[in-house]
């Protein structure tokens, strides 16, 4: 996670402010004087190199090592082989299946009429599917199909990493995730104090958090074998030198992305402070009654402080602040922000938004939601799987913004 290693090109590693073999020592005109406000977010500090330029070898893609991160193959060929024995347990006892209908906090999602008999053979066949495909696709001797077979086996591959991490989750993970924070500084001091933690921490719900580590071990699989497949680098996915117009389309595209992924969490938290403050925003009386005597209001208020907060280092992506470290954080004042510090949390923020918003859409209430709620309330909640689209596209377009020259191909931009 360290910015501090030397590239090929004999400066720091995803430092874009220093000069490279390809760059000038200033940055273009349009770089060092965007606006650094929200609505025309800032790339100041990013040094994108010029249209113009082109690799040293003339633009010429570069080889690629061939066994590069072939080791997540094999990871998750034995993460898939092992849950698919344990489906396989579960379609021969008939119990212990945590999906669908057999969760009581499931009613929600696009599996909550999934049963047992249907869902545990599925569950089955499709993992030990995946593991033959990621084993197939693992390490130095990772098959080499036609073009057809390549598109087959990336297809497959890729719906299965995204039905685990957007399909099988519900939004209880994405409400863990929020209240974790109440919960860990309230537990000393018995607060919040009517929780049953057996009730928070279930089967089903440890079942869908390892569905997601698998489903991140699968996507990471598929991604190096596509792109050693294609003759690029298993580590970065370059097979050429990125130009100054590339990165300078993927930081606008990157930041429009930004604003869209600051907006929607803090449409979410309004709602929740107007009603921590008494007013019934979007909302009945009755029902804001209810919550102020049950301390819904207080979780809420709760949830909004940490929609807020991912707001904040979202913009972050396109402020200054977002690469160095600024004065006030002792300590840290003046270093540079490791890209992974930001990549990683937003890889699992994405998917969590993505399927608690498909949970509320697909929620047999959702109906009868708009009789105790606005509809304009309800779709500040139905556009969640577009926060975690545009997450991901911000976080990507930061990824390539600072990311330097590859340590294992050597390529830049």
Not at 53 to 75: D, I, K, L, N, Q
Not at 136 to 142: S, W
């Amino acid at each position: 996670m360290s910015s501090s290693s030397l590239t090929p090109a004999g400066r720091p590693a995803g430092d874009p402010a220093a000069p490279t073999r390809h760059q000038a020592t200033t940055a273009p005109p349009s770089a060092t004087t965007a606006s650094p406000s929200m609505a025309e977010p800032s790339f100041a500090g990013a040094a994108l190199p010029s249209s113009g330029e082109t690799s040293a070898t003339g633009g010429s893609p570069v080889s690629a090592p061939g066994t590069g991160s072939g080791w997540v193959g094999y990871a998750a060929a034995i993460w898939a082989a092992v849950y698919g024995v344990v489906a396989l347990v579960w379609t021969i006892t008939g119990s212990g299946f945590p999906f669908g209908r057999d969760d009581p906090q499931g009613r929600s999602g696009p599996l909550r009429d999934l049963t047992p008999e249907v869902g545990a053979p599925i569950f089955a066949a499709v993992l030990l599917s995946a593991a033959v495909a990621c084993l197939a696709m693992a390490g130095p001797h990772a098959v080499r199909p036609s073009r057809a077979g390549r598109a087959v086996l990336l297809g497959f591959g890729w719906a299965v990493a995204i039905a685990l991490l957007v399909l099988v989750p519900t939004v209880n993970v994405l409400a863990l995730t929020g209240y974790a924070p109440m919960l860990i500084l309230g537990a000393p001091f018995g607060w919040p104090g009517d929780v049953d933690y057996g009730n928070v921490f279930t089967w089903s719900l440890g079942n869908q958090v390892w569905s997601m580590l698998g489903g991140f071990l699968v996507a990471f699989a598929v991604l190096s074998w596509q792109r050693r497949s294609r003759g690029a680098c298993a580590r970065c996915g370059r097979d050429r030198d990125f130009s100054g117009a590339d990165r300078l389309r993927i930081a606008m595209w990157g930041g429009r992305a930004t604003i869209v992924a600051v907006l929607i969490p803090l449409l979410y938290s309004v709602s929740r402070y107007a009603w921590l403050a008494g007013v019934p925003l979007g909302i009945s009386d009755e029902m804001l009654t209810d919550l102020w005597d049950s301390g819904g209001v207080w979780a809420g208020a709760g949830l909004a402080t940490f929609a807020v907060v991912g707001a904040i280092l979202t913009l972050g992506l396109v402020q200054r602040w977002g690469e160095v470290f600024p004065r006030w954080m002792i300590g840290l004042a003046g270093r540079r922000v490791p890209i992974k510090l930001a990549v990683i949390p937003a890889a699992y923020v994405v998917p969590i938004v993505i399927s608690g918003g498909l949970g509320i859409i697909f929620a047999p209430e959702i109906e009868h939601l708009t009789g105790d709620y606005s509809p304009i309330l309800v779709a500040t909640h139905a556009l969640w799987p577009l926060w975690g689209v545009a997450l991901a596209i911000a976080t990507y377009g930061y990824h390539v913004r600072r990311r330097g020259a590859c340590g294992t191909c050597g390529s830049q931009g």
